[in-house]
């Protein structure tokens, strides 16, 4: 059996949502079960608290959201009704979403969590802070994009780089552009990552430079969906697990090699495609203009972090002013 890692997410603005009792009693497929409602879709078991007002039909945006991820990322993919379903546990508190996501979770939004048994995903749950407002643009959407892609990757695992790279690619257009300002900042100290070593690495990098590699990893996923197709990127990993990078860039991109490919992708970013603008507007919205990655001391000096195994849960924590997928400490979880 292994375990996927948890991923946790952060938003900026918190308030909540509603649905009143007399809405929840009168939904077909809402039932009750101690203090908690429970809403069952075709994919999804959805749970949040008596008491909590659930704002919209979340069972249909859910499912919508779902399909058009699988489109996305999957589009040649047969991916059947979820068994289990994807539990989504929407805690009206933040302690009982610690409780459950455990020590780190206190300026996050969401989490996901996977497991896996004998070639079969066995648990989908994605845990969300639901006294936060926009946790459904914020951190959701992320959040469903690693269950969704661990479709393709129950035998062996996904790489940080491309499960990363892909989920950012849900978040907000300014989280995107937060997480680019990260790359250049990194790439103007010379701090970037080599891409012959972010392609393979076995676990996350220390917090320091967690903030590089997610905008690294962003910047590549984003590169790769502009000189081929998302099919192609996730047909790309995949062959790279198996056969190694040099064989699947030639293969998939007709690229010689990792050394080819990150010349490629340098010049991309030289030449200003894969530049990030961001906003004047934009960046006025944001907290605060410091690197993301050591906006949280707690998060930049931690070293508690494991890799994810195929026997443990990791849970990744963002600070306290980012966004989804910027910064993040990663923990051993179990
Ligand atoms: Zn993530």
Not at 114 to 122: C, P
Not at 157 to 176: F, L, N, S
């Amino acid at each position: 059996m292994r375990h996927l890692p948890i991923c946790l997410a952060l938003v900026f603005v918190l308030g909540s949502a509603s649905v009143s009792p007399a809405e929840e009693s009168q939904a077909a497929n809402v039932r009750r079960s101690g203090t908690w409602f429970i809403e069952e879709t075709q994919n999804f078991s959805i749970c949040w608290p008596a008491g909590y007002r659930v704002q919209g039909d979340l069972a249909a945006t859910f499912e919508q959201m779902r399909e058009k991820l699988c489109a996305t990322w999957l589009p040649k993919h047969e991916v059947s009704a979820w068994q289990p379903k994807c539990h989504i546990v929407i805690h009206a508190r933040f302690e009982g979403y610690a409780k459950e996501v455990g020590p780190g979770a206190r300026q996050t939004t969401g989490s996901s969590l996977l497991d896996f048994d004998q070639g079969r995903i066995t648990l989908r749950r994605i845990d969300i802070r639901g006294d936060r407002a926009d946790w459904l643009s914020e951190a959701f959407a992320h959040e469903l994009t690693h269950v969704v892609l661990a479709e393709r990757f129950i035998d062996t695992p996904i790489p940080h780089w491309a499960d990363e790279g892909m989920a950012i690619q849900a978040d907000p257009v300014a989280k995107r552009q937060l997480h680019g300002r990260d790359l250049h900042s990194a790439i103007a100290a010379g701090g970037e990552f080599r891409l012959a070593e972010l392609l393979t690495l076995d676990r996350y990098p220390h917090p320091s430079r967690m903030g590089t590699f997610y905008g690294q990893s962003a910047s590549i996923v984003e590169f790769l969906t502009q000189i081929g197709t998302r099919e192609q990127l996730v047909a790309f990993v995949e062959q790279a697990t198996a056969a190694g990078y040099d064989k699947a860039l030639r293969d998939v991109y007709a690229i010689a090699g990792v050394g080819s490919f990150e010349q490629k992708w340098r010049q991309h970013l030289r030449t200003g495609q894969g530049r990030t603008t961001i906003s004047k507007r934009e960046t006025a919205a944001q907290p605060d203009s410091q690197s993301l990655a050591t906006a949280d001391p707690a998060v930049a000096t931690s070293d508690v972090y494991k890799p994810p195994s195929r026997r443990g849960a990791v849970l990744f924590v963002a600070p306290k002013n980012t966004g989804p997928g910027v910064g993040r400490l990663a923990r051993d979880f179990l």
